[in-house]
């Protein structure tokens, strides 16, 4: 059973930093893409950021292109997202995804299994 565990969202004002952790289990973590999403208040999931198996490639929202990063540890069998230049827009609950199977990336489609979500928050 694959289990999806985030961690490192909170409150923090306009400008400010996060990073966010999602920790794997329930089979072989590198042999699978991962990828970030996340959903704002009234609005629909929405994919952020998307990391091969290897984690030579990588693929982004413009709407967070130039901020965030995405990386993975494929020892510690852990996704991460760095967030930076925050903005109260980018406030939402963020979710850590991964495929069934071994799909280069993962998107809103493909994706199959879920993390429970953590909270950000950025105040203006």
């Known amino acids: 059973q694959v289990q999806l565990v985030e961690s490192g969202g909170g409150l923090v004002q306009a400008g400010g930093s996060l990073r966010l952790s999602c920790a794997a289990s329930g089979r072989t973590f590198a042999s699978y893409a991962m990828g970030w999403f996340r959903r704002a208040p009234g609005k629909e999931r929405e994919f952020v950021a998307t990391i091969t198996r290897i984690g030579g490639n990588t693929y982004y929202a413009d709407s967070v292109k130039g901020r965030f990063t995405i990386s993975r540890d494929n020892a510690k069998n852990t996704v991460y997202l760095q967030m930076n230049s925050l903005k109260p827009e980018d406030t939402a609950v963020y979710y850590c995804?991964?495929?069934?199977?071994?799909?280069?990336?993962?998107?809103?489609?493909?994706?199959?299994?879920w993390g429970q979500g953590t909270q950000v928050t950025v105040s203006s």
């Open positions: 995804a991964t495929n069934a199977d071994t799909s280069v990336v993962v998107t809103t489609t493909t994706a199959r299994y």
